[in-house]
């Protein structure tokens, strides 16, 4: 004859919660299966045929994801006597001797969304992380990593083709198989993704992973569109909003219908195109245009003002100049009045005529991602520009919400949102 274990279980906030603790469970030995509901907070065990299952171990395992577990029927003041001692031998997360684990909720997963929540962890909180698309954010998979790998191999072409050393070193010209590039960019990118982000999230029981889409629903709770279906109230303690940035379109007129690349779609490109043209004139502008032409493509940048006139003219003047003697052709205070795509070929309308490329790289800054997240349910305040309003202590107009990275007006580097995040 099977036993019936029934647990009462606390601090679970939607079905994915209910999952995590019953796969816990059913890892005990002596469980042949577990009946878990979030809406009830209630556990439903069978044990093995003949095995004598004990409390302890359950409620260990429950205790082990940051939940709270105790015997349906046992009275409350033991099961805080029981959770309390088993805190202390399995790391179950406390805010202090009799209060439950702080609950935090952090949507996204890039930089400044893993360094808080594995800082929340180490300190005893219980941690929620809400990812929409891919784990990692920005830097690992469309920002930092591959475009510092495609940097180094064009930098490789380019000493391939000219070197101070060329006396001694007989230059050649390098054949470019872009397909090969691409395929070595990505094995690095789902390396370090799987290294620095999934791996670790999967091997902390204390955060629990929901992939869909979050959106306020008071300053206390969250509504998550869960992407395998169906939805899920989360709600918080504390909360940090760390949702990134996205590229930035300018309106100009015709862009929208046709098929310009951002960084993104540029960086995943199995081609490389012979003419390129890129409207931007900051970072990732100025890197990937000199990139694509060091790889073989004919590049025209055009400038609204001049290179880096935000960050410092004079490194834009100098980096002008460079670019100039590498055969890219810069034109300072020029803009596309009109895009179209004719012939397969596109065509800028700008105030020196027109330009025609095979393909148009458009880098002219990053948006933050909060559009969609109805801060105002929360009374978080976002600028002009969409980004959430901070304080030193990254705490938003709502005290207990706080923001990092990208989406906030914090400069948009990664060693910013890891800092702050942290």
């Known amino acids: 004859m099977t036993e019936a274990i029934t647990l009462h279980v606390d601090g679970m906030t939607c079905g994915a919660c209910s999952e ?64 309390k001692t088993l805190g202390g031998l399995n790391g179950e997360p406390k805010r202090g001797d009799a209060e439950p684990a702080l609950h935090v909720a952090v949507i996204g997963s890039g930089g400044a969304a893993m360094a808080a929540a594995l800082k929340a962890v180490e300190q005893g909180a219980r941690v929620t992380l809400i990812e929409r698309g891919t784990l990692g954010g920005t830097c690992v998979n469309v920002g930092c990593v591959p475009s510092k790998i495609m940097i180094r191999a064009a930098h490789i072409a380019h000493v391939r083709r000219e070197s101070p050393f060329d006396d001694g070193i007989a230059a050649a010209s390098p ?18 993704r799987h290294a620095k982000y999934e791996g670790i999230l999967a091997s902390t029981p204390a955060i629990t992973v929901l992939r869909g889409d979050a959106r306020f629903l008071d300053d206390r709770h969250l509504n998550v569109q869960l992407a395998e279906g169906g939805e899920c109230a989360v709600a918080f303690d504390r909360c940090l909003i760390a949702t990134g ?158 923001a990092a990275g990208d989406c906030t007006d914090q400069p948009q580097f990664v060693y910013v949102a890891a800092a702050a995040g942290t």
């Open 245 to 402: 940035a996205s590229p930035a379109i300018p309106p100009i007129p015709g862009l929208q219908g046709t098929h310009y690349w951002t960084s993104t779609e540029a960086l995943v490109s199995d081609r490389i195109p012979e003419r390129l043209a890129v409207i931007g004139s900051s970072v990732v502008a100025v890197e990937l245009a000199q990139a694509f032409a060091r790889l073989g493509s004919k590049v025209t940048l055009l400038a609204r003002n001049t290179l880096f006139f935000r960050e410092d003219p004079a490194i834009g003047e100098a980096v002008t100049a460079a670019f100039r003697a590498e055969g890219i052709e810069v034109l300072e205070h020029t803009q596309a009045s009109e895009v179209a795509f004719a012939n397969g070929a596109f065509v800028l309308t700008t105030g020196r005529g027109e330009l025609r490329a095979d393909r148009l790289l458009v880098a002219t800054g990053r948006s933050p991602n909060t559009r969609a997240l109805d801060l105002e349910a929360a009374g978080v305040t976002v600028n002009a520009q969409g980004a959430i309003v901070i304080d030193n202590g990254m705490r938003t107009s709502t005290p207990h919400i706080y």
């Open 20 to 83: 995590h603790v019953r796969q816990a469970l059913e890892k005990v030995p002596g469980v042949r299966s577990a009946a878990v509901s979030y809406p009830q907070r209630r556990a439903e065990i069978t044990a093995d045929a003949g095995a004598d299952l004990e409390m302890a171990p359950l409620v260990a395992a429950v205790s082990a994801l940051g939940y709270r577990a105790q015997a349906a029927d046992m009275p409350s003041k033991p099961a805080d006597l029981l959770n």
């Open 175 to 192: 054949a470019i198989l872009r397909e090969r590039l691409l395929a070595q960019q990505q094995e690095r990118v789902d390396e370090l």
